[in-house]
Antibody, heavy 122, light 110 residues
Framework: QVQLQESGPGLVKPSETLSLICTVS??????????WSWIRQPPGKGLEWIGY???????NYNPSLKSRVTISVDTSKNQFSQRLRSVTAADTAVYYC??????????????WGQGTLVTVSS | QSALTQPASVSGSPGQSITISCSGTSSDVGAYNYVSWFQQHPGKAPKLMIY???NRPSGVSNRFSGSKSGNTASLTISGLQAEDEADYYC??????????FGGGTKLSVL
């Protein structure tokens, strides 16, 4: 059973960088057809896709966040991470790390972390 | 990219059927059969209920079904049960190789 677990600070100051790590167990990040993603959900609001990375390092980001976000992967630790720069209160959200399976014939998010609340406040 | 359009809320009585729509464009919903539906209970992570428009993951009740016509996808829940009360989100792969979500629909079981 694949499990994902987010970790990182729960409080970040405005203008600073939000950094989160996702540790994957029960499966390998070094697998074809899987894209390791970050999704967030502001309190009381809907889901927003942030971006993904493949184990080979190819990335794609939400255009609205592309200028501020970087996703990276560490295959030796079976982890992937995200950094969101210049945060504001609007970046306060529950952040989920998610496995995205995508092949020629199928594409879906199957395993989610439990989510971690990150609050941006001074 | 713009969010997919879902009704803010739907409601139904136990035993009834309801349908939630998810409207997109020819660049997302209409472009591929990669529409998914998620159920989210308060304080919990979303759960995959339907993938690739109409497929159910193992363990998901056959009361949940999905379909698509043109740029609009739909989730139907038949035989409504109290436990179905939750928020539901659709998502779609896009021509830009990104993912876009709907704004979410709150289902109330009266």
């Amino acid at each position: 059973q694949v499990q994902l677990q987010e970790s990182g600070p729960g409080l970040v100051k405005p203008s600073e960088t939000l950094s989160l790590i996702c540790t994957v167990s029960g499966g390998s990040v070094s697998s074809d057809s899987y894209y390791w993603s970050w999704i967030r959900q502001p309190p009381g609001k809907g889901l927003e896709w942030i971006g993904y990375i493949s184990y080979r390092g190819s990335t794609n980001y939400n255009p609205s966040l592309k200028s501020r976000v970087t996703i990276s992967v560490d295959t030796s630790k079976n982890q992937f991470s995200q950094r969101l720069r210049s945060v504001t209160a609007a970046d306060t959200a529950v952040y989920y790390c998610v496995r995205w399976y995508c092949s020629r014939n199928s594409c879906y998010l199957d395993y989610w972390g439990q989510g971690t609340l990150v609050t941006v406040s001074s | 990219q713009s969010a997919l359009t879902q009704p803010a809320s739907v409601s139904g009585s136990p035993g009834q059927s309801i349908t939630i729509s998810c409207s997109g464009t020819s660049s997302d919903v209409g472009a591929y059969n990669y529409v998914s539906w998620f159920q989210q209970h308060p304080g919990k992570a979303p759960k995959l209920m339907i993938y690739d428009v109409s497929n159910r993951p193992s363990g998901v009740s056959n009361r949940f079904s999905g379909s698509k016509s043109g740029n609009t996808a739909s989730l139907t829940i038949s035989g409504l049960q109290a436990e179905d009360e939750a928020d539901y989100y659709c998502s779609s792969y896009t021509r830009s190789s990104t993912l876009v979500f709907g704004g979410g629909t709150k289902l109330s079981v009266l």
